[in-house]
């Protein structure tokens, strides 16, 4: 089975009529973060539109683009956790003649679902969303109707999954799984009378859209059906939730909202949360770019050391603005870090606390520690707002193989964070390092431990309902 999306998606659908390809495009834009190796869109009547690359250098296809306008539609930015970087893993994916499908998650039955649909749908079924995708094809020829296929299918799924589906009637449906795992969000756009779905509700500030409310888990919105507004049909009953608590500290834009919660005021409260916990000896609080800037402030605030830009990304390079965790191979992940400038004179001569989002497989915080080093340094500490990684993620997010974990390599069966700290601590060479625990992971971002996911911190994956069979990283990229 191919390639497993953590991705961005949206939706839209204007009951005014209006073209809604620009605010999908935009859209894409505010989602970059989520996917950086291809992107694509779909509206009716045309062939899906994807582009390997990021999702900004549409204007570089204007001309094309220009044949694609519609009232709905739905796109897609990638970042693959299982699989092949190529266009033909690229989405949205067409299923059929009668939809096209779009998927940020993890579907861990993928094999057993292209198994039921092989005899109809022979060889199209190589990646979990087209697995996915085929079988809902095949219920809904038997059922006729969208919300009652889709609670069939529900009841199949293992996994993280949020779609968005354009059918050819030019509807548009947004899916969330029964847990939540995967974030989604509704907006409006009042000028256009536009309903748009997006992963993120930075996405809805990016094209001026009032942001409505989360989708809730287990629901699923049809927008512009025949009551040409919004509709909600429930296709799971309520469940204990088990939001991804990785988005809070990495992976959503800290200008978005996830569940109700405000991600830049969450790491911005475990940089304060860290520095009660772990206060260091130090003159200057320096974060690693970007997404650890809101914890490295609130940590200055909370232990009085002032903070400054020690590292900055050169943005004027090819890869300065990506960002490392996603690259699909090592080699660009190293790349991306190496376009992080040490600031000379903010680092020399001082003893510094490094603020970082995580450390997984460690190669990005050696190549930082040792540019700070270089750079005169000298004492560098390091606290992580996440705790130690060392279980894979089956529900969107590349952490596929233990083998690759720090955490784990380290361990030694050995598996108290202290232990764990001190020794991933010497082996990207600081002089001290701590990681934050999941109380005060929960406690930052304001929900119930119950309510989260930590499977990829203490390997419990009971909310999954299945226990995952661990493979190595070779096995899980072939």
């Known amino acids: ?216 888990p287990g629901e699923m919105v049809r927008l512009g059906g025949p009551k040409r507004g919004l509709e909600s049909f429930r296709f799971a009953p309520r469940t204990e939730s088990a939001y991804c608590s990785f988005e809070y500290t990495y992976f959503a834009h800290p200008s978005s909202r996830v569940n109700g919660v405000s991600v830049y005021e969450a790491r911005k409260k475990v940089g304060k949360i860290l520095a009660k916990k772990h206060g260091m000896r130090g003159n200057v609080v320096i974060p690693v770019p970007d997404s650890a800037r809101p914890a490295a402030l609130g940590y200055s605030v909370q232990s009085g050391i002032p903070m400054d830009e020690g590292l900055m990304k050169d943005r004027y390079r090819r890869k300065g603005s990506m960002r490392s965790f996603i690259e699909p191979k090592q080699s660009g992940r190293e790349e991306v870090v190496k376009r992080i400038i040490p600031i000379r004179e903010a680092i020399e001569g001082k003893e510094v606390i490094v603020v970082d989002d995580s450390v997984v497989r460690g190669t990005s915080s050696r190549i930082i520690v040792d540019s700070l080093k270089k750079a005169g340094a000298k004492r560098v500490g390091m606290v992580v707002t996440f705790p130690p990684i060392a279980y894979p993620c089956y529900m969107g997010v590349d952490f596929p193989s233990r083998d690759e974990l720090i955490a784990h390599q380290v361990a030694k069966g050995d598996t108290s964070i202290a232990t764990v700290g001190r020794k991933v601590g010497k082996a990207i060479g600081v002089e001290e390092f701590h990681y934050n625990d999941i109380e005060g992971l929960s406690q930052a971002i304001g929900l119930p431990q119950s309510s989260l996911c930590f499977a990829c911190i203490n390997g419990d994956y009971s909310k999954l309902g299945m226990t995952p069979n661990f493979k190595t990283k070779k096995a899980m990229k072939g």
């Open 1 to 216: 089975m191919g390639a497993r999306e953590a991705c961005g998606v949206v939706g839209a659908h204007s009951t005014k009529g209006v073209d809604v390809v620009p605010k999908l495009l935009k859209g894409l834009e505010a989602l970059q973060h989520r996917g950086q190796e291809s992107w694509g869109i779909a509206v009716s009547g045309r062939p899906v539109y994807k582009k390997m690359g990021l999702a900004f250098n549409w204007y570089n296809y204007a001309q094309e683009l220009s044949a694609y306008k519609g009232p709905a539609g739905i796109g897609h930015v990638r970042y693959s956790t299982k699989g092949r970087s190529n266009l033909d893993n690229a989405q949205p994916v067409q299923i059929g003649t009668e939809f096209s499908i779009a998927h940020n998650g993890t579907i861990v039955n993928a094999e057993q679902l292209a198994r039921a649909v092989s005899a109809t749908y022979k060889g199209k079924c190589g990646t979990d969303t087209k697995a996915a995708g085929y079988r809902l094809l095949q219920i809904l020829r038997q059922e006729n109707d969208w919300f009652y296929a889709f609670e069939r299918l529900g009841k199949e799924l293992i996994g993280a999954y949020s779609f968005v589906i354009l059918n050819r009637r030019g509807e548009v449906f947004a899916i969330r799984d029964p847990r939540g795992y995967r974030p989604l969000c509704l907006g409006y756009h009042q000028k256009s009378h536009t309903y748009v779905a997006a992963s993120e509700s930075c996405a809805l500030t990016a094209i001026d859209a009032e942001f409505v409310r989360d989708i809730e």
